[in-house]
């Protein structure tokens, strides 16, 4: 019976995706901690309650390109076996949020910081963010 809810519960977030220019809005607890997800380069969950959608929408956008790009199996290896493509494809996607709401860089910074174990400084974050290129 835990199988048939799975499914069903997959299902109902893909069909939410579908409706919704592939963004799916569902409750935090299903996203383990996320806040956000790009699953695939089709399909977008996010927390509903999230306080800022558009930048964090804007972020999975950027991972949905990088996985077009690499490759969406090459992306999920990347990211999940080396933190230097984890940093990578962060990076990227952070100064994609930055660009969208300037005002949340240090809000960011400290989410690069503390939210990934890149052992990074704020005055090394911040770099980091503001150049074009990634470390």
């Excluded at 089709?42 to 990088?66: F, G, M, S, T």
């Excluded at 990076?91 to 949020?97: D, G, I, N, P």
Aim: charged share 25%; hydrophobic share 45%; aromatic share 14%.
């Amino acid at each position: 019976i835990l199988t048939v809810a799975v499914l069903v519960g997959f299902l109902w977030i893909l069909i939410k995706a579908r409706m919704n220019d592939g963004i799916a809005e569902i409750p935090a607890f299903l996203l383990l901690g996320w806040d956000g997800a790009a699953w695939g380069p089709n399909i977008i969950v996010i927390n509903k309650d999230y306080w800022n959608k558009k930048p964090l929408i804007a972020h999975e956008r950027c991972h949905q390109d990088q996985q077009r790009k690499d490759g969406w199996l090459t992306f999920y290896f990347r990211y999940f076996t080396s933190k230097e493509w984890r940093l990578k494809y962060e990076l990227e996607a952070y100064r994609v949020w930055v660009a969208v709401a300037p005002e949340d860089i240090h809000r960011i910074v400290n989410v690069m910081m503390n939210g990934y174990g890149f052992n990074l400084s704020y005055s090394d974050a911040l770099e980091a963010l503001t150049k074009e290129e990634a470390v």
